[in-house]
C-alpha cells in the first residue's frame, strides 16, 4: 500500500473532523456535535507473542498492528417539563480501517431517558438504548479471519424509589438487555438478560452523593441454543448478587463511583460451570480543572463468555487514562493477556 493513499485515507478525515464548535439550540437543551476518531493498535487481534506471523492466515503481509479513524456526528438534548426532564443521547460514527478494511463498520450509540418525579416522595427513569459495535477482534480470529462480528444490543429500563426520610430512598428497577451477534458463527452467543434490583440508598445532606446496597437477580438465557443429551453447552443461568454501592463526588474536581460485594452464579444445565465469588468495579475521576483530568479503574467481573469447557470468564484488571484539552478523549493502554498475547493501543477522540 502506498504512502499516498494512507495519508488521504486517514489524516485528511481527521483535519475535517477537527473540533467544531457546536450550535447549541434552545438555550444549549440541544446541543449537536461532529467529531473525529484515531486509533493505533499494536496487536490488533490480541495474537499470542509465540505465533510466528506465517502461522496465521488472514494477516496481510505479516502485519500485527493496524490503526482506525472515523468521522462522528450526534445530537445531546437536556428537555425539562415541570419536574420531569427528557434526556437523549445519539451519535453514529462511521469506522475506517487502514490496512484490515474488511472490518470498516457503521456504528451507533442512541439513548433516550425520562427522568419523572411525582409529588416529593417518588421519583425514576424510564428509557432506552440501542447500540451497534464491532464485536472484539478476537471473534474475528473465531471467524477465521473471513468476516467480523457486528453487535447490536437493545436495553429498555425503568426504576422508581421512595423518599422513606429526608436522606433515605429504597429503589426498584427492571432491565432487560438483549445481545444479537451478526456472524453466524456467533449467533450461539445471543443473549436476553431480565434484571431486577432492589435496595435502599443513603443520599448525603439531600444532594446526589449516595451509599446504599443492591440485591440483584439476573435471569440469563441463550435463544438460538438447543440443549441435548450429552450437550456441552447450557441454554440459561441465574445470578445472584448482594453488593454495596457508592456515587460520590468531593469538590467538584474527584469522583468516586463503583460497586463491591458477593455474587453466585447458577446455570440451568451445567452446574460443574457454577461460579461463587467477590466481584466488583470501582472507578475514579481526578478533573482539577475541564482541561486536564486521570481517570482510574479497578474490577473483578464475571463476563459472558463460553467455550467447550466453559460458561463464563473472570477478569481481573485494573488501568488508567489521561485526558488532555487537545481532545475531547485521549487515553493509552498496555497489557498482557493470560494466554500471552501482549499489546498496547492509543485511543483519542476530538
Wanted: with cysteine.
Amino acid at each position: 500500500m502506498s504512502r499516498t493513499p494512507i495519508c488521504i485515507r486517514f489524516v485528511v478525515p481527521l483535519l475535517l473532523a477537527a473540533p467544531v464548535a457546536a450550535h447549541a439550540l434552545q438555550g444549549d437543551r440541544i446541543r449537536p456535535y461532529v467529531g473525529g476518531v484515531y486509533n493505533y493498535y499494536s496487536n490488533l487481534f490480541y495474537l499470542d507473542d509465540s505465533l510466528q506471523n506465517s502461522q496465521v492466515s488472514f494477516l496481510k503481509d505479516g502485519q500485527r498492528h493496524d490503526m482506525s479513524y472515523g468521522l462522528r456526528a450526534g445530537v445531546d438534548a437536556d428537555i425539562p417539563w415541570s419536574r420531569q426532564n427528557f434526556v437523549i443521547r445519539t451519535q453514529i460514527t462511521d469506522t475506517k480501517y487502514v490496512t484490515y478494511d474488511q472490518l470498516d463498520y457503521l456504528g451507533y450509540n442512541a439513548r433516550g431517558t425520562w427522568n419523572w418525579a411525582i409529588g416529593d416522595k417518588w421519583d425514576g427513569d424510564l428509557g432506552a438504548s440501542f447500540v451497534q459495535s464491532l464485536g472484539t477482534f478476537t471473534d474475528f480470529q473465531g471467524t477465521g479471519g473471513r468476516t467480523k462480528n457486528v453487535r447490536k444490543q437493545e436495553e429498555f429500563y425503568g426504576s422508581a424509589m421512595y423518599r422513606l426520610t429526608y436522606d433515605l430512598k429504597l429503589r426498584a428497577a427492571v432491565r432487560n438487555v438483549k445481545l444479537k451477534n451478526e456472524a453466524a458463527n456467533f449467533q450461539q452467543f445471543d443473549r436476553d438478560d431480565m434484571i431486577y434490583e432492589v435496595g435502599p440508598r443513603y443520599y448525603s445532606k439531600g444532594g446526589e452523593n449516595f451509599l446504599g446496597l443492591t440485591l440483584r437477580m439476573t435471569d440469563g438465557k441463550f435463544p438460538n441454543r438447543q440443549v441435548l443429551p450429552g450437550s456441552m453447552l447450557d441454554n440459561g443461568y441465574k445470578e445472584y448478587s448482594m453488593l454495596g454501592v457508592v456515587d460520590y463526588r468531593y469538590s467538584g474536581e474527584t469522583s468516586l463511583r463503583g460497586e463491591l460485594g458477593w455474587t453466585e452464579r447458577r446455570n440451568d444445565q451445567l452446574s460443574q460451570r457454577d461460579f461463587d465469588g467477590v466481584t466488583g468495579r470501582l472507578n475514579v475521576t481526578y478533573s482539577p480543572s475541564g482541561v486536564v483530568g486521570v481517570f482510574a479503574s479497578v474490577f473483578r467481573e464475571i463476563g459472558a463468555f463460553q467455550d467447550v469447557t466453559t460458561n463464563h470468564i473472570l477478569t481481573q484488571a485494573s488501568g488508567s487514562a489521561p485526558a488532555t484539552g487537545t481532545a475531547r478523549n485521549c487515553n493509552s493502554r498496555r497489557a498482557t493477556t493470560t494466554r500471552g498475547a501482549s499489546f498496547w493501543a492509543i485511543r483519542t477522540s476530538f
